[in-house]
C-alpha cells in the first residue's frame, strides 16, 4: 500500500509563492496534482511522469506552477508563483502506477489526504 504525504501549504497573499511537496512511501511511478475549492469539484493541476521528461498542466496555471520531482526521495513538488486568490484550494497529490502522465483523475491509484492553499487579495 503506497502513502502520500503533502506538506507546504498555507497563507500567502496575492502574487506570492508556495512550495508543495509529496513524499511517498515507495516507488513513485507518475505523480500528479489536483485540487478542489469549496464547492467545486476536485480539478485537475500538473501531471509529470516517472521520468520527469512529460509534464501536464492546466490552462489556469501554465507560466506559474511547475510539477517536478525527485526519484531518489521519491518526492514530487509543486512550485507555484503569482498565487492568485483563485488559486484556493485543498491540494491533493496522487499515484498511477504507470511511467506515463496523464491528466484524467481516474487513472490514478492512490492519493493524499490533502494540504490546504489560502491565497489572500
Known amino acids: 500500500q503506497v502513502q502520500l504525504v503533502e506538506s507546504g501549504g498555507g497563507l500567502v497573499q496575492a502574487g506570492g509563492s508556495l512550495r508543495l511537496s509529496c513524499a511517498a512511501s515507495?516507488?513513485?511511478?507518475?505523480m500528479g496534482w489536483f485540487r478542489q475549492a469549496p464547492g467545486n469539484e476536485r480539478e485537475f493541476v500538473a501531471a509529470?511522469?516517472?521520468?520527469?521528461?512529460?509534464?501536464y498542466y492546466a490552462d489556469s496555471v501554465k507560466g506559474r506552477f511547475t510539477i517536478s520531482r525527485d526519484n531518489v526521495k521519491a518526492t514530487v513538488y509543486l512550485q507555484m508563483n503569482s498565487l492568485k486568490p483563485e488559486d484556493t484550494a485543498v491540494y491533493y497529490c496522487?499515484?498511477?502506477?504507470?511511467?506515463?502522465?496523464?491528466?484524467?483523475?481516474?487513472?490514478?491509484?492512490?492519493w493524499g489526504q490533502g494540504t490546504q492553499v489560502t491565497v489572500s487579495s
Open positions: 496522487a499515484l498511477r502506477r504507470d511511467l506515463r502522465a496523464t491528466m484524467r483523475e481516474y487513472e490514478y491509484d492512490y
Open positions: 515507495g516507488r513513485t511511478y507518475s
Open positions: 509529470i511522469s516517472w521520468s520527469g521528461g512529460v509534464t
